[in-house]
Each structure stands twice: as C-alpha cells, then as structure tokens.
C-alpha cells in the first residue's frame, strides 16, 4: 500500500527478506531414556556389597522366611 511506503512501515516482502534462518536445534530422541536407564558405578558398587553381604548372613542364619515357608506346607498337606 502507498500509505505504508510513504509511512517507512516495512512490507511483508521486506520482512520476508530480513528474516534469517534460525540454526536447527538438536533434539536427540532417547536422550532422556538413556540417562534415566543408566546406572551410578557408586550405586553399582554398593549393591555388589549389600549383595555380598546378604549372602553371607543367608549363609550364617539360613534364609529369614523358611520357617514361615514350612509351617505353610504342613498346613496345606493336613487337608
């Protein structure tokens, strides 16, 4: 339009030309799968000990739940 030239207003072709091209942006698609996925080394650690250490008690005291494991199987054979 002749009002929007004589205003100094930009056209929409002006616009079109001063518009530069943004950058892509990088969106990886499992980045969060593989971090909620992952594994601390530390926690890792830890639970080879806890592990150990559970073995070692199982192997002092027997297991915490076969008396309860018997008395459950000498009430199923009674009926």
């Known amino acids: ?12 072709e002006d616009e079109e030309l001063e518009e530069e ?4 942006r990088f969106r990886p698609v499992y980045l969060e799968s593989k971090q909620w996925y992952s594994r601390d080394r530390r ?3 830890v639970w080879k000990a ?6 070692g008690m199982v ?6 739940l076969d008396g309860l494991r018997d008395d459950a199987d000498d009430g ?3 009926d």
């Open 21 to 24: 091209p943004r950058p892509r």
């Open 1 to 12: 339009m002749e009002v929007d030239k004589a205003l100094g207003a930009p056209s929409s």
């Open 43 to 45: 926690l890792a650690r």
């Open 76 to 78: 199923m054979d009674e």
């Open 59 to 64: 192997e002092l005291y027997g297991h915490p």
């Open 50 to 55: 806890a592990e150990k250490y559970k073995r």
